[in-house]
Nanobody, 124 residues
């Protein structure tokens, strides 16, 4: 059974940092793009960032560019999201995703695998 399990969410203050991790199991994702979406109540899931299979190509939403950094460790089947200078508008449930595609697509329907989500709350 394929699983993506996120960790690292929590409650922080504006300006703080958090590091999210996503551990994949059930198959190897070394040939897959992986990344993150987020969602707040009443809104659609929003693209945050993805990284291609090798880790050499990254994509970011404009809203997080310069503050968030995505990386991956294929030996550990894990993807990370370092979030710095957090803002209250970053508050959301963050979902780990994986796709056999190139990974730069913002359409959540392009991602076949999803984690259960981890809550990030940024207070002002």
């Amino acid at each position: 059974q394929v699983q993506l399990v996120e960790s690292g969410g929590g409650l922080v203050q504006a300006g703080d940092s958090l590091r999210l991790s996503c551990a994949a199991s059930g198959r190897t994702f070394s040939g897959y793009a992986m990344g993150w979406f987020r969602q707040t109540p009443g809104k659609e899931r929003e693209f945050v960032s993805t990284v291609n299979w090798s880790g050499g190509i990254t994509y970011y939403a404009d809203s997080v560019k310069g503050r968030f950094t995505i990386s991956r460790d294929n030996a550990k089947n894990t993807v990370f999201l370092q979030m710095n200078s957090l803002k209250p508008e970053d508050t959301a449930v963050y979902y780990c995703v994986a796709t056999a595609g190139y990974g730069g697509e913002s359409n959540p329907g392009r991602y076949a695998y999803w984690g259960q989500g981890t809550q990030v709350t940024v207070s002002s």
